[in-house]
Every structure is written in structure tokens, then in C-alpha cells.
């Protein structure tokens, strides 16, 4: 049956998928009626073909949680996102003299979608498809900080709060003071909190499908916090040019 110009079991089960998605990757029969405003039968059939086909899984409790398929969809999403923002990530990175990141969050985690590697020797270097705590990373919190914070908790808790370095916050209340003041100040700074001795500035972008991040990062010694100054308004052009990618592929 046609809903407007799509297929209404196609949106009543996509529904679904982000109502747990919203919730943190899993919901009840009674979280999903109630957001979704489906009925139960409804609800019982279509959670039975995603099941039977693998993009959900129902726990012992009865809860139902996102399934490993997604996992395979994520990532090949990811990289066709990695390969549209890379020519802009590549502009940054010849314009600051630093390597340019683009980051999202994907099962708890940031993961890294696209870099662009400054030409200095010596500089900041992560692997494509590469997964970091949230927590301690720039495009970590700037992805964080683009949730509430009860959905950040809940993160928190099921990852922890390693300490990469001695900078690294390892306590939620600080973690949501930090997050705070990021979204007052529009973007996020990692100070030695991944790893010693490298500063990384991160932007959000905007109206992306899921909270994603860009960032600049090298040796703190050449970013510094004057040359946060300059990196921020390139960031945020950054990512709204980023922004129009993901809307062109949508």
C-alpha cells in the first residue's frame, strides 16, 4: 500500500529502525508503539521480517535491537559519504597546512570517513574506517554533543570511558559539562586527549543523516589556539559544503 510517494510498509519499517536508533540501538513493543504510534500487530509483523532478514535481532528479554546487517550498510554508506567530502577535505587541508578529517558515529563509536593528510612530515595520521572513543576525540565530542545528554550517558556506559592520555575526561559529569560548552561555542577541541602532543579543532555538520564531524589536526605545536582562530570559520565552510554532499545523495 502506497503512503503518498512511497511504500507505507517500507516507511512504517524504516520507522522503526530509527525509533531504536534514537533510542540508543534497542526498544520494547511498548517504546516502539508509542513513538511510532503503530499497532502491535503492525508493529509484531514488520519487526518479524526485519528480524528474518537480519536488520534487527529480538533479545531474551524481548527487547529488540538493530541488527547485523546494518552493520555492512553503514560501512559501504560511509565510504561513498568519505568519497564525496574528500575533494573538500583536500582543499582544507592544502589552506591550513594540516590533515582534515571527516568523522560520524556508528555503534557507540566515531569512526573516521575521509582524510586528507597534510604535507607536513610530521603530522596527524588515522586510518580510514579507523573507530575511536567518542569521549577523547574532537569529532568524538562534536559528535556527542549533537545527541542529549541522557543518549550520551547511556553511550558512555555501554563503551566506558578509557583514558588514552592524562588529558582524557574519564567522568561523565565533566564529559556533559564539556559537551555544554561545545555547543555554546560551536565547535570542539581535543588537547592532548587522544594522543599527547596533538590538538584537533572539530565542526559539526549540519542536517547530516547521523551526527558527523569535521575536523583539522596536527602537532600541538603548530595548531595552536591561534590557530584555532583561523581553522574554525574554515571548518564551518567545510561543513556546510560537506552538508550539501549528503543532501545530494539522499
Not at 169 to 176: C, M, R, S, Y
Request: charged content about 25%; hydrophobic content about 40%; aromatic content about 4%.
Amino acid at each position: 500500500m502506497a503512503e503518498g510517494n512511497g511504500v507505507q510498509s517500507v516507511d512504517r519499517a524504516i520507522d522503526l529502525l530509527e525509533i531504536m536508533t534514537d533510542l540508543g540501538g534497542s526498544a520494547g513493543l511498548s517504546e516502539l508503539a508509542t513513538s511510532s504510534g503503530l499497532p502491535l500487530p503492525t508493529i509484531h509483523r514488520l519487526m518479524r521480517t526485519l528480524v528474518g532478514r537480519g536488520y534487527a535481532r529480538q533479545l531474551p528479554s524481548r527487547r529488540y535491537t538493530l541488527g547485523p546487517r546494518l552493520i555492512r550498510l553503514g560501512e559501504s554508506a560511509g565510504r561513498q559519504l568519505g568519497a564525496g567530502a574528500r575533494p573538500h577535505l583536500e582543499r582544507v587541508a592544502r589552506e591550513l597546512g594540516e590533515t582534515a578529517n571527516m568523522a560520524m558515529i556508528d555503534r557507540d563509536m566515531a569512526v573516521y570517513v575521509a582524510q586528507a593528510a597534510s604535507s607536513h612530515s610530521m603530522r596527524m595520521f588515522t586510518e580510514v574506517g579507523r573507530r575511536v572513543y567518542c569521549h577523547c576525540t574532537g569529532v568524538g565530542k562534536m559528535v556527542l554533543a549533537q545527541l542529549p545528554d541522557s543518549t550520551v550517558r547511556e553511550i558512555v556506559a555501554r563503551t566506558g570511558m578509557p583514558a588514552a592520555t592524562d588529558q582524557s575526561i574519564t567522568n561523565v559529569e565533566d564529559l556533559i559539562v564539556e559537551l555544554d560548552k561545545i555547543r555554546r561555542q560551536g565547535y570542539a577541541v581535543d588537547d592532548g586527549e587522544q594522543e599527547i602532543g596533538v590538538r584537533c579543532f572539530a565542526v559539526a555538520v549540519p542536517d547530516a543523516p547521523t551526527p558527523s564531524a569535521v575536523s583539522v589536526s596536527g602537532p600541538a605545536a603548530r595548531v595552536t589556539y591561534e590557530f584555532g582562530e583561523k581553522a574554525v570559520p574554515v571548518l564551518h565552510e567545510l561543513a556546510r559544503q560537506v552538508a550539501g554532499e549528503l543532501l545530494s545523495v539522499r
